[in-house]
């Protein structure tokens, strides 16, 4: 059980990129009061939580009406998980994410930026939601299904530490730091994301 929870903690935390998200909270919550940001930082990782347990709660039986097979869902996940770790090697995540929050200061949709694109998609985004999926998939036990939410509880815990202190972090790890950091990151996710397709192509084979 114990390394059914490492994998899903360290795949859940590279998808997610907690760090990589330092800077992006910054610009959004740009202008706000600190309580302001306090506020955004709680409301965001809150509704990003609920999604994501939402997710590996009904995920599966969701994928069963939809005629999905887990294993068919471990390739597209994987492929997924796939081309994030891609965007985060080539460091294109970054303005992708980067236009998204710009433009949604310019609506002026401040008061709603916690969940969208704070929650929704920068935290609770396609590749977290497959991962969710494919973790709670691959859950040996109740007891580590159960256990699974702690997992999901800590990185997003992590994700609420790092917006608390975004503008100490993001001057301390610098513009080399956040390169060299993602691009680690997505190399592990890369690894995790291939052996994801690996373990559905030996299913069907299997089935």
Request: aromatic fraction near 10%; charge should be neutral; glycine fraction near 10%.
């Amino acid at each position: 059980m114990l390394d059914f929870l490492l994998e899903a903690f360290v795949t859940l935390f590279v998808t997610v990129d907690p760090l990589g998200l330092a800077p992006l909270f910054i610009g959004l919550t740009a202008g706000l009061t600190a309580a302001d940001r306090r506020w955004v930082a709680f409301r965001a990782t809150v509704i990003a939580a609920i999604v994501l347990v939402f997710f590996a709660l009904v995920g599966g039986r969701l994928l069963a009406l939809l005629g999905i097979s887990f294993a068919a869902f471990r390739i597209a996940g994987g492929l997924l998980l796939f081309y994030t770790a891609f965007q985060m090697v080539y460091s294109q995540k970054e303005p992708r994410d980067a236009s998204d929050a710009e433009r949604a200061v310019s609506l002026d949709h401040i008061r709603d930026i916690a969940a969208f694109p704070l929650a929704i998609p920068l935290l609770a985004g396609p590749g977290a939601i497959s991962a969710v999926i494919l973790a709670v998939s691959k859950a040996p036990s109740p007891l580590a299904f159960a256990a699974f939410f702690g997992v999901v509880a800590a990185v997003i815990g992590l994700v609420l530490v790092v917006f608390l202190l975004a503008e100490p972090i993001d001057r301390r790890i610098g513009e080399t730091g956040r390169v060299v950091i993602g691009r680690l990151l997505g190399l592990i996710l890369a690894g995790l994301a291939v052996q994801y397709v690996a373990d559905g192509v030996k299913a069907i084979l299997a089935g």
